[in-house]
């Protein structure tokens, strides 16, 4: 059984930074891209970011120049560092893996999701 469990959510004002942490666990034969997610109320999902096992990371962007994706494989875990947060920022994030269970089998999993609030 593969999880995500994520962490680092949280309210913060605007202008302030924070740091989301989103760690794999189970029986894992490869992590290929994870990234997040986010939805605001009354907004479509977006994705915020995402990062390929080789480094390889793209933004939204609306993030561009705030967001940095990264990643620790020894670890199975992506963040995501969040500066000069504006409060449309505002959103559930939700982090996703590709995950190879065999070389036969891979499935996207995702978190349960976190709160970041952004307050103005």
């Known amino acids: 059984q593969v999880q995500l469990v994520e962490s680092g959510g949280g309210l913060v004002q605007a202008g302030g930074s924070l740091r989301l942490s989103c760690a794999a666990s189970?029986?894992?034969?490869?992590?290929?891209?994870m990234g997040w997610y986010r939805q605001a109320p009354g907004k479509q999902r977006e994705l915020v970011a995402a990062i390929t096992s080789g480094g390889s990371t793209n933004y939204v962007d609306s993030v561009k120049g705030r967001f940095t994706i990264s990643r620790d494989n020894a670890k199975n875990t992506v963040y995501l560092q969040m500066n000069s947060l504006k409060p449309e920022d505002t959103a559930v994030y939700s982090c996703?893996?590709?995950?190879?269970?065999?070389?036969?089998?891979?499935?996207?999993?995702w978190g349960q999701g976190t709160q970041v609030t952004v307050s103005s």
């Open positions: 189970g029986i894992i034969f490869k992590i290929n891209a």
């Open positions: 996703y893996g590709h995950i190879e269970l065999s070389d036969a089998a891979s499935y996207i999993y």
